[in-house]
């Protein structure tokens, strides 16, 4: 599975941007699909996760009610949407991928796109 970021950007605090992740190579509906996040000088930290078929979702606590995780099996796209944005929302954003239930573990995750900035001004 190849997994493709895009739809980050500078925003000032409390605003709002959306994410997606399309991915190709494998049959997309069969894949968990997550986004994590990693701050400068942080470990790579889950965010949000969405069951193959959109029917269970988990987020990070510091997340939960601002951000939203959606998928989109016919256009094989996962979506991330950022609302109420912090700076300490400020990281590069990583979407991935794993065979399996939803997960927050890194390491539980085999496929990984190339992350995108969001960064979030006071």
């Known amino acids: 599975v190849q997994l493709q970021a895009s739809g980050g950007g500078l925003v000032e605090a409390g605003g709002s941007l959306s994410l997606s992740c399309v991915a190709s190579?494998?049959?997309?509906?069969?894949?968990?699909l997550a986004w994590f996040r990693q701050a400068p000088g942080k470990e790579r930290e889950f965010v949000a996760a969405v069951s193959w078929s959109g029917g269970s979702t988990s987020y990070l606590p510091s997340v939960k009610g601002r951000f939203t995780i959606s998928r989109e099996n016919a256009k094989n796209t996962v979506y991330l949407q950022m609302n109420s944005l912090k700076p300490e929302d400020t990281a590069v954003y990583y979407c991935a991928a794993r065979d399996g239930p939803t997960s927050m573990f890194r390491s539980q995750y085999d496929y990984w796109g190339q992350g995108t900035q969001v960064t979030v001004s006071s």
């Open positions: 190579g494998r049959t997309f509906s069969d894949y968990t």
